[in-house]
């Protein structure tokens, strides 16, 4: 079977400044990676402090050190980044596509897997 059908959208809905969850999600999601599976993302506005926060912000969150030293990682061997829209612009640029949760519900279906945290 190959890698391509084995395509996985990890869910990160928990808020990293409260629940170590997130950086698990990204822990476990290299280690797909790093099994050649493809990973796309999909950040719920609770976990917008994945896309915003500095590396070292990170390392006041919930687990901040796996978080920043994973987190670059993670993004630029992400296959997919999309995230739920923001309520207001965002102070700083930020990687991946907007994507709200109606549309999401269509995104999943070409997903082989969905892992959610």
């Known amino acids: 079977m190959s ?7 990890l ?6 400044a409260i629940d170590p969850r997130p950086a698990e999600a990204i822990r476990s999601a ?8 493809p ?4 950040l719920f506005r609770e976990a917008h402090a994945l896309l915003l926060s ?4 990170l ?5 901040g050190e796996v978080l920043h030293r994973f987190l670059g ?6 296959k997919e980044i999309y995230y739920e829209p923001f309520t207001q612009a965002p102070a700083r640029e930020v990687r991946g596509k907007p994507l709200s949760p ?13 892992i959610f945290f």
């Open 3 to 9: 890698s391509a059908s084995h395509r996985t959208l």
């Open 102 to 114: 109606k549309d999401l519900g269509h995104l999943i279906l070409g997903f082989d897997h969905t």
């Open 59 to 63: 390392l006041d969150l919930e687990d």
């Open 54 to 57: 500095s590396p070292d912000d």
């Open 11 to 16: 869910l990160i809905k928990a808020d990293p």
């Open 30 to 37: 290299l280690g797909l990676i790093a099994g050649e599976i």
């Open 73 to 78: 990682t993670f993004f630029d061997m992400t």
């Open 39 to 42: 990973v796309s993302v999909y």
